[in-house]
């Protein structure tokens, strides 16, 4: 099942502007992932924050974690064209099960 | 490092035929991973394996689909009879645990 939903789903910037993307979940968990996917390719694991981490940061990215609302969002700095993609969070419950939300699409225009 | 290497890429089949779907999984990777992705239903894991061994099979959704995994570099994905609503894109993914899987590049099936 899928308990990832991002918010919003699609999204328009320009480059040099930032991305912000929020994810919200319905159970506990171990750790919630962020996933890319280009058009027609597989999915790329961009970044990973565990339970008991609130802020984690990967180059221009930058995740936050809120437990007590079960929601997390992706922040990209100064986009690229290149950052074009929809992007996925997915949680790990536990239950050795990976569940997907169903993707924001992000467009960068040049 | 090859990644994980899915065939065929792209395959046009006729309702009724068998489709196999392949997979080889990044070597040293002990759990492999089989999801579908649709517009409607987004991503689903089907199938997922550790050491070989099918550990859930919950989601795959019935029994025309069977996945198998006869060694450690090698899985397929079976759909006998075909229908119209399996066109999807089936990806395979592999890794050592839940943390960071890495996924191919997907199968894109297409069912007339």
């Known amino acids: 099942s899928q308990q990832g939903e991002e918010d919003p789903q699609a999204l328009s910037i320009q480059e040099g502007e930032n991305a912000t993307m929020n994810c919200s979940y319905k159970?506990?968990?171990?750790?919630l992932q962020w996933y890319r996917q280009n058009s027609g390719r597989g999915l790329v694991h961009l970044i990973l924050?565990?339970?008991?981490?609130r802020e984690k940061h990967s180059g221009r990215l930058r995740v936050t974690l809120d437990t007590s609302k079960k929601s997390s969002s992706l922040l990209i700095t100064a986009s690229r064209a290149a950052d074009t993609a929809s992007y996925f969070c997915?949680?790990?419950?536990?239950?050795?099960?990976?569940?997907f939300g169903k993707g924001n699409q992000v467009v960068v225009i040049p | 490092d090859a990644g994980v290497i899915q065939s065929p890429r792209h395959e046009v089949t006729e309702m009724g035929q068998e489709v196999t779907l392949r997979c080889k999984p990044i070597?040293?990777?002990?759990?492999l991973f089989w999801y579908r992705q649709t517009m409607m239903r987004g991503l689903e894991l089907l199938i997922y394996?550790?050491?070989?061994?099918?550990?859930?099979d919950s989601g795959m959704p019935e029994d025309r689909f069977s996945a198998k995994m006869p060694n450690a570099s090698f899985s397929t994905l079976k759909i006998q009879p075909s229908e119209p609503r399996d066109s999807a894109v089936y990806f395979c993914?592999?890794?050592?645990?839940?943390?960071?899987?890495?996924f191919g590049e997907g199968s894109w099936l297409t069912v007339v």
């Open positions: 993914a592999s890794g050592t645990g839940f943390d960071t899987i890495y």
């Open positions: 159970t506990s968990i171990n750790n």
């Open positions: 924050i565990r339970s008991n981490e």
């Open positions: 997915a949680t790990d419950d536990g239950n050795n099960r990976l569940a």
């Open positions: 070597s040293g990777h002990d759990y």
């Open positions: 394996f550790n050491n070989n061994v099918p550990i859930d």
